[in-house]
Nanobody
Framework: QVQLVESGGGLVQAGGSLRLSCAASTNFFNFVSMGWYRQAPGKQRELVAFINSAGSTNYADSVKGRFTMSRDGAKNTVYLQMNSLKPEDTAVYLC????????WGQGTQVTVSS
């Protein structure tokens, strides 16, 4: 069983930045991949970014050039640095990992005001 705890969400003005963190309860180098999804009210959950076991990252077109995903093996933590935030980035951001199955965190709210 893997537990994921996200933090770092909040309210920010358009153009601002936030950094989300996701701490895993086990060594995440055992994971096939780790990622961030987001879900806005009335919309489907969408993939924002993910990193595979080799350390390669991929991003949704809507966040390329603005968001950066990274990881810290010593802390079993992944991060999502979000810059140049836009009101349309407002959503609950969820951390997920895939090992024997997919696990999800509880989510953290990001609100971007115009």
């Amino acid at each position: 069983q893997v537990q994921l705890v996200e933090s770092g969400g909040g309210l920010v003005q358009a153009g601002g930045s936030l950094r989300l963190s996701c701490a895993a309860s086990t060594n995440f180098f055992n994971f096939v991949s780790m990622g961030w999804y987001r879900q806005a009210p009335g919309k489907q959950r969408e993939l924002v970014a993910f990193i595979n076991s080799a350390g390669s990252t991929n991003y949704a077109d809507s966040v390329k050039g603005r968001f950066t995903m990274s990881r810290d093996g010593a802390k079993n933590t992944v991060y999502l640095q979000m810059n140049s935030l836009k009101p349309e980035d407002t959503a609950v951001y969820l951390c997920t990992v895939f090992s024997d199955k997919r696990y999800w965190g509880q989510g953290t709210q990001v609100t971007v005001s115009s």
